[in-house]
């Protein structure tokens, strides 16, 4: 199914984005780590993936901690108190307990009472997928100040004992904080803002990327739990070529709603999954590699988190300058994928 977007015509706001932060685990497990851990090597992660290290979350600390800590850093940078916001939407897939949502924990551990909260689950498009909704309650009008974040504990999920995933993932947190700007400066023909989101899922495709038990459909048992069936099984190679070809095309549409091509695009800012989709992206999208921003060398797939500590990290490096086109995108399990154009 496809998600239309709200036209910039169609709406009543435009949404920009005034804060962001990200927040990553003390500890780092490097590739020499693993080594000691599971049947791989450094040369072997590197060359197949481009990841060097990624955090892991300390014993006692949670998804919604990690969260925490990436959105006080955003709510800083807007100069937005807590008690400020009217939404708080969390793209995850380990919440720290099954209910209530992370985005719950996230409200009562910020003070921000006046915010009704939920999460969002599109798995590693959960920050894109979260932001889209954001936008929308933002462009409606319904809410002045909203907090979106991406936050995964993925060190939880994954089976050890499989090199070809436990290598890949990492914990981690983003944050963004959103508000209907108005600018007296703006040119009517370049306007400034999320410009739009492209949304998609095709759940036909839901096996190539999933944690078979926990849910209703296998709940978790002590034969479940010895079968590894509640850790992340992956068919890796269907997810590299579907990734490859849905984030073109998605890009490419996005774009296109706004008349632009990919010679326009001053920025990427992606979900970071494996360093070799990305280069394919860039490559067929025709967009320097240069222009993308890379941090999965230090932080693995950091799965929801990854979108947003991306563009947080851009931002803070002083990459990000009034008026650049931002082109996002990310890609999940579902499969469930999507794109954005933000002009900065």
Known sequence: MRWTPTTPEASLARTHIIGTGSYAPARVLTNQDLERMVDTSDTWIRERTGIQERRQAAPDEATSDLAVNASRHALEMA????????LIIVGTVTADMPMPSCAALVQSKLGAKRAFAFDVSAACAGGLYA??????????????????????????????????????????AGALVLAAEQDAEEDAMAPRGILSTHLRTDGDLANLLCIPAGGSRIPVTADNVDANLHKLKMNGKEVFRFAVRALVESTQASLGAHGMDTTQVDHVIAHQANLRILEAVMERLEIPKEKCWLNLHKYGN??????????????????????????????????????AVVRW
């Open 79 to 86: 100069g937005v108190a807590p008690g400020d916001l009217d």
């Open 302 to 339: 950091t799965s929801s988190a990854s979108l947003p500590m991306s563009l947080d990290e851009a931002q803070r490096a002083g990459r990000l300058k009034r008026g650049d086109v931002i082109a996002m995108m990310a890609i999940g399990a579902g499969m469930a994928w999507g794109s």
């Open 131 to 172: 932001l889209s909704v954001a936008d929308q309650f933002v462009r409606s009008g319904q809410v002045k100040r909203a907090l979106v974040v991406g936050a995964d504990l993925l060190t939880r999920a994954v089976d050890w004992t499989d090199r070809n995933t436990c290598v890949l993932f990492g914990d981690g």
